[in-house]
């Protein structure tokens, strides 16, 4: 706790960024029409999986739906709006730029080889 809870340049490297993610993305790429979002799971999914080789392989990533095939996706509701808190988030970092800031976007689930990983916010 002593080395996150003090001054931006004294803490130690690190914060929080995945929780955030798709709310930033929606904010500066979707709302404002530079992407939709076939364009952010292209970036944020398939391109990823692809230069990190991930796309192919036993159990892979990064891939588009295909009926028969285990689903890895996130199903959001782009219509909500929270504010963020760093001391709500679940990682153990509370550090955030974005602390304060209203974010479109929510998570609502996500989903590894088509099992559940995470509902409403709760891990599975």
């Avoid at 990823?48 to 095939?69: H, K, M, N, V, Y």
């Avoid at 990682?91 to 689930?109: D, I, Q, W």
Wanted: glycine residues 10%.
């Amino acid at each position: 706790v002593e080395d996150k809870e003090c001054e931006w340049d004294a803490a130690a490297m690190g914060m929080l960024g995945l929780e955030t993610a798709l709310s930033v993305v929606q904010a500066a790429m979707v709302d404002s029409g530079l992407l939709d979002w076939a364009g952010v799971a292209d970036r944020m999914s398939h391109r990823p999986a692809r230069i990190g080789r991930c796309d192919s392989g036993a159990t892979p990533q990064g891939r588009p739906l295909e009926a028969g095939e285990p689903a890895n996706l996130t199903l959001a509701d782009p219509t909500h709006t929270r504010t963020i808190s760093g001391r709500a988030m679940a990682s153990l970092s509370h550090n955030t730029p974005y602390e304060g800031m209203k974010l479109p976007g929510r998570v609502v689930a996500t989903f590894l080889r088509g099992r559940p990983t995470v509902l409403d916010g709760v891990l599975q």
